[in-house]
């Protein structure tokens, strides 16, 4: 007999407490996840590693360095969160409009 986890609820909630089961040693194939709720996303800036909780559109300001970030659809399982990469590293002050995101 085996531990598995049924997870419902927004992707960032699902996200972080994935990732603390799965570094608890829970496998990854014995947990289930659905998503219901709103779709904010849970992002990491990769610049400052700091977490934003909520984002709801793209591009977004990290709240803790003050980036405008490209909201990635990569997902991170160590970490429960999508990445943020910087929008106008190449282009200094070209930001695109801002978007809601879609699910």
Do not use: N, W, Y
């Not at 990732?19 to 990491?44: C, K, N, P, T, V």
């Amino acid at each position: 007999m085996g531990t598995q986890m049924f997870l419902a609820g927004s992707e960032g909630l699902m996200g972080h407490i994935s990732a603390m089961a799965l570094a608890s040693g829970l496998a990854l194939e014995d947990i289930q996840m659905e998503h219901r709720g709103s779709i904010a996303r849970r992002m990491q800036c990769v610049h400052c590693k700091g977490i934003t909780d909520g984002v709801t559109t793209d591009p977004f300001t990290c709240s803790h360095c003050g980036l405008t970030l490209f909201v990635r659809d990569h997902f991170s399982r160590r970490l429960g969160a999508f990445q943020g990469v910087c929008v106008d590293a190449e282009t200094p002050g070209d930001i695109p409009a801002t978007e809601e995101i879609r699910p």
